[in-house]
């Protein structure tokens, strides 16, 4: 018995411990008395709340012969789950024979047979039956307080299973279980190894002709107009050990700012997808075998979810079954509308993603990854209107100015549509275009002030910069360039922007537009002209009668 216990020892102070989700452990030299078992530390840190418990299998005894000390094992007198512990290792080991009367000899032989993942599986297997059987009263449990990178366990000498049971502030995080021979140790550390479950969010950007963008252009930040509907990308992904899991929860919690509508029709469809390397298939919106779009009975804030109940369950949308496993992703696209409370400027209009997963293979339980976050922007042209006088020039009411934009660099007059109607005067002066992107635009005054000359259409280019890579999307630069008047480069338009102002209502491009007083000559077939021809016969007319008065003068 001696020869196994020492194997066994040998095997829990290396292998044992670095499986069934924990890193490794390292141990302090022998003493009698009770041990301590920490978990965590500040290279490998456990996380604020996390819970941990210990469940001891077996006592440890030694008896000392000579210069010899002899490890051995009994069986607990006040525990009586070694059925629990026999059928968990028949279940990794179908040869075993044991039963809850077999010797304390027998368990350890048996368990000390096991390679890193076996020992992990037995782990797991005897976790989850001991939930079962309701007897978490018997662990010994311990927290991981504010402040600390570890909790501590303690107790007598012995073999131990150590689980987690609660994962507090984890955010992308599963839990674990180890066992754990503490081999006349004084303390032993573990150290918490997870499975990471993570999510990401992207925002397309529109194929307006600035840059160029290509049609899989996904960033953290894009420009948009009002009344544009904004595509969204939401990826998720699986734990390690999701084959391990009997069932899984996964829920998507999607959060939109104010200036952003969430949009869900035959036009802009939510469509879900389970994607594995080139293999992307769109699954089943079905509250049992898919998920659901949920739109109500919400956490606070929050603009829909995207649930799936039990995500072993899902199928394909044509009703086929779906390969999911721990290397798929979870792919969701949908569309947000830019609506009118859009803010404008640097200060964008945010959206946001968390992802809620199951955590706990053991039990029930969920945990849920940090937020995610990209940033939609829109921005304001201001347009003040003055009328040239001898003095230089002053405010001119009555004009009214229509928008357009074209898609392409170099636009013709048949590449430009119109942006909205027209735009009358908001301060006398001021006329306001709000919500546009970068894009290429052309003002026109469309009604001009009487007794002054039409403008010639304005034309230039909105250029906005962002960092889209990084969250959660950061204007960087806005700029006008390639403003001509009439088709011809003018220094005399000029523009100014603000890419720093996001108030409600503040413009972020701002330009004058001067009108000159009327002085062009009338054109051909106008009244202008009937008038000229009288006036010239008029001058006709009365040169020939004082020629003739002259002569008439001169032969009297």
């Keep these: 018995m001696n020869k196994v216990l020492k194997g066994l020892v040998a095997v829990a102070a290396t292998a044992a411990m670095a499986v069934a989700g924990f890193a490794g452990a390292s141990t302090a030299m022998a003493a009698e008395g009770d041990v301590t078992i920490t978990i965590g530390s500040e290279t490998t840190p456990a996380s604020v709340g996390d819970v941990y418990a210990g469940?001891?299998?077996?006592?440890?005894?030694?008896?000392?012969?000579?210069?010899?000390?002899?490890?051995?094992?009994?069986?607990?007198?006040d525990w009586n789950h070694y059925d629990k512990v026999a059928d968990a290792i028949k279940a990794v080991d179908s040869s075993a024979t044991l039963t809850a009367d077999s010797k304390v000899d027998d368990f350890v032989a048996a368990i000390g047979k096991f390679d890193?993942?076996?020992t992990k599986q037995f782990?797991?297997?005897?976790?989850?039956?001991?939930?079962?059987?309701?007897?978490?009263?018997?662990?010994?449990?311990a927290a991981v307080a504010a402040g600390a990178s570890s909790t501590t366990l303690s107790g007598p000498q012995g073999y131990y299973l150590i689980v987690q049971t609660t994962a507090a502030n984890d955010a992308g995080k599963t839990m674990s279980a180890v066992i754990v021979n503490t081999a006349g140790q004084s303390g032993v550390t573990v150290s918490p190894k997870k499975d990471t479950v993570t999510v990401s969010k992207k925002v397309q950007e529109n194929q307006d002709g600035v840059n160029n963008p290509d049609a899989e252009n996904w960033g953290t930040a894009a420009d948009y107009n009002i009344g544009d509907y904004v595509p969204f990308q939401l990826t998720g992904t699986l734990p390690a050990d999701y084959a391990d899991y009997s069932s899984y929860a996964y829920t998507f919690h999607d959060t939109a700012s104010a200036g952003l509508s969430f949009v869900k029709d035959d036009a802009h469809p939510v469509k879900v997808y389970a994607v594995k390397g080139g293999n992307k298939v769109q699954l089943k919106a079905d509250a049992t075998n898919g998920y659901q779009v949920l739109t109500t009975g919400l956490n606070a804030g929050e603009t829909f979810n995207v649930k799936f109940a039990d995500l072993k369950k899902a199928q394909a949308a044509n009703n086929d079954t779906v390969n999911i496993d721990k290397d798929t992703?979870?792919?969701v696209e949908y569309y947000a509308q830019l609506n009118a409370k859009a803010v404008l400027g640097a200060n964008g209009n945010p959206n946001e993603?968390?992802?809620?997963?199951s955590n706990n293979k053991y039990?029930?339980?969920?945990?849920?990854t940090e937020n995610h976050k990209v940033?939609?922007?829109?921005?304001?042209?201001?347009?003040?209107?003055?009328?040239?006088?001898?003095?230089?020039?002053e405010a001119l009411n009555g004009a009214g100015f229509t928008l357009y934009k074209a898609t392409k660099a170099n636009p013709t007059d048949s590449d430009y549509t119109k942006v909205g109607e027209e735009v009358k005067n908001r301060d006398g002066n001021v006329f306001d275009f709000t919500g546009l992107d970068s894009g290429y635009y052309k003002i026109v005054e469309t009604t001009t002030p009487k007794g002054y000359n039409t403008i010639d259409p304005i034309t230039f280019t909105v250029t906005a910069t962002y960092d889209s890579v990084n969250e959660p999307g950061t204007l960087s630069a806005l700029t006008v360039t390639d403003v001509k008047i009439g088709g011809v480069t003018s220094s005399d338009q000029t523009f100014t922007t603000d890419m720093a102002t996001g108030e409600a209502g503040a413009a972020q491009i701002k330009t004058d537009v001067v009108d000159t007083p009327g002085s062009k000559l009338p054109s051909t077939g106008g009244m202008g002209t009937v008038l000229l021809y009288v006036a010239g016969i008029a001058v006709f007319v009365l040169a020939g009668a004082t020629l003739v008065m002259a002569l008439r003068r001169r032969n009297a």
Excluded: C, H, M, P
Excluded at 62 to 76: D, F, L, M, W
Excluded at 376 to 393: A, H, N, P, R
């Design 123 to 141: 782990a797991e297997n005897l976790y989850k039956s001991l939930k079962n059987g309701s007897v978490d009263a018997d662990a010994t449990s």
């Design 363 to 368: 039990g029930e339980g969920t945990g849920k």
């Design 375 to 393: 940033t939609v922007f829109t921005f304001k042209l201001e347009v003040t209107k003055y009328g040239k006088t001898d003095s230089g020039k």
């Design 329 to 331: 992703k979870i792919v």
């Design 353 to 357: 993603v968390y992802l809620e997963f």
């Design 116 to 118: 890193g993942t076996k």
């Design 55 to 77: 469940y001891r299998l077996f006592d440890e005894t030694e008896a000392s012969a000579g210069k010899k000390t002899n490890v051995a094992y009994q069986k607990r007198a």
